[in-house]
């Protein structure tokens, strides 16, 4: 896995389950195995500083598969209860095997030195003091790169024990949330049929224990029932069916960035109810045929375009989603490799085009509808930074001309704690369990 990462730029998860059947692994050995490569990649940032303080030679110097193999026998010393001797000797062996002896004692002597100290005295030695640079040592201590934690406290206004807490959920193997399909089964009816919970806050959420085995065999799932999708995800979705709209409802919906497809499902089976239907954008022909995949069964067309250039009719929707691509950086803990590989200037290409996708937005809704701007990052530039570009001011319209800004907050459930003073919407893993999701309500005037 960490090979398929760093060679040909896989996503852990999806190269996973060829390489576990590859390899014959299954139950513990799975279990296992997926630990050591997530833990791996995620951790990735705090491996290599403990090994540079390790070997003379400069990372950059060290050849790729032996890399990988000190960092997933650091990540085994320092991270698991795996005995070091164990977690050495199978990497040296590893190495020998392909590399040969001289290789293999190199590596053999590094990840013994790493041995010498758990992940406290490494951090002891290794972290900046955090009364001069507490962002510095969050960032070292719960694996994140620097610049994703400086975002994180620029986002939370914080720099000391709530970012700690902030980082530290996101380090964490999140539960498996999955949608209960509205009109399909209800919360309740499917935790009891997956042994899951109820979520705290989503009416549609069922929480599963993580590691609880493969989630798309649940017969609930396999059946169409359900789907697997973030609580954060669900309760944005939820919130623009909810908003207060002015005028006549025309029972036409929208989702502007719909790919692969989870926002659309819970919109449509909400829309359907109402019988209304949804109108689904999605500029990858793949990601199109994933939205219609998943929303067959439901009163919903999907247009395979630019949602700048959408050619929808103008002023032709009640309600609007603009779920934007954006970094991500909101739902790192469900993508091991993500934080390493993401750039700080990613941002700026991505703001363009999410202004441009909540301008075309605005001229899609109708007058009195709503649009609900979503990111899946609470990176400030790709959040408030877009919203307020394009709401303005009073008196100083925004390129959209006179837009409402909406309480965000008001179209959640009432028991959503940690909100802050709106009116835009911010969930973070350690307040509420869910991915980090923004959500900003936007509504046109009537004329
Ligand atoms: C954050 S994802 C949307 C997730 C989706 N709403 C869901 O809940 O499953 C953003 C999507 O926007 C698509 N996209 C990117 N640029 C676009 C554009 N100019 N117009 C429409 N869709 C675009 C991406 O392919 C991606 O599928």
Redesign the pocket.
């Known amino acids: 896995m960490l090979t398929a990462v760093r060679d040909r730029d896989a996503y852990a998860n999806l190269a996973l389950p060829s390489i576990l059947r590859r390899h014959g692994l299954r139950d513990r050995d799975a279990a296992l195995a997926t630990e050591l490569g997530y833990g791996t990649l995620r951790a990735q940032g705090l491996l290599d500083a403990v090994i540079d303080a390790c070997t003379d030679r400069a990372l950059s110097k060290i050849e790729h598969p032996l890399l990988d193999a000190l960092r997933l026998g650091a990540y085994q010393i320092l991270r698991t209860r795996v005995p070091d001797h164990a977690a050495v000797d199978t990497c040296v062996e590893l190495v020998r095997g392909d590399h040969g002896s001289r290789s293999a004692g190199f590596v053999n002597a590094v990840l013994r030195r790493i041995g010498e100290h758990d992940e406290a005295g490494w951090l002891d030695r290794l972290a900046p003091d955090p009364a001069e640079d507490p962002v510095g040592d969050a960032a070292l201590r719960h694996a994140h790169p620097r610049w994703i934690a400086q975002a994180f406290a620029d986002a939370l206004g914080d720099t000391g024990d709530e970012l700690q807490a902030a980082l530290a959920a996101d380090d964490t193997r999140p539960q498996v949330h999955l949608l209960a399909r509205p009109g399909e089964i209800t919360a309740d009816e499917l935790a009891l049929a997956t042994g899951g919970e109820e979520a705290p806050y989503s009416p549609y959420g069922v929480h599963l224990e993580a590691g609880g085995g493969d989630v798309g065999e649940l017969e609930p799932v396999t059946e169409g029932l359900a789907v697997v999708?973030d609580e954060g995800?669900q309760l944005v979705?939820a919130a623009l069916a909810k908003a207060e709209l002015l005028g006549e409802d025309t029972g036409r919906w929208l989702?502007?960035?719909?790919?692969?497809?989870?926002?659309?499902v819970l919109l449509g089976g909400l829309v359907a109810a109402e019988g209304g239907s949804l109108d689904a954008?999605?500029?990858?022909e793949h990601?199109a045929e994933l939205?219609r995949r998943a929303t067959a069964d439901l009163p919903v067309t999907v247009t395979v375009?630019?949602?700048?250039d959408?050619g929808l009719p103008e002023g032709g929707f009640d309600r609007v989603?603009v779920?934007?691509?954006?970094t991500?950086l909101g739902a790192l803990r469900r993508r091991p490799e993500a934080r390493w590989r993401r750039r700080p200037e990613d941002t700026a290409e991505l703001t363009r085009?999410q202004r441009?996708?909540l301008v075309a937005g605005l001229r899609l809704v109708r007058p009195g509808g709503v649009v609900a701007y979503?990111?899946?990052s609470p990176h400030l530039a790709e959040t408030v930074g877009v919203v307020s570009r394009i709401v303005g001011r009073p008196g100083r319209p925004g390129p959209a001309g006179e837009v409402e800004q909406l309480d965000a907050r008001t179209a959640l459930p009432d028991d959503v704690p940690g909100l802050g003073d709106g009116p835009t919407v911010q969930l973070w893993p350690h307040r509420h369990g869910t991915d980090a999701m923004f959500l900003a309500l936007i509504r046109k005037p009537l004329d």
């Open positions: 999708q995800s979705a989702d502007l960035c719909a790919g692969p497809g989870g926002k659309a954008v999605e500029s990858s990601r939205v375009a630019d949602g700048r959408s989603l779920d934007a691509p954006c991500g085009l441009e996708l979503v990111t899946c």
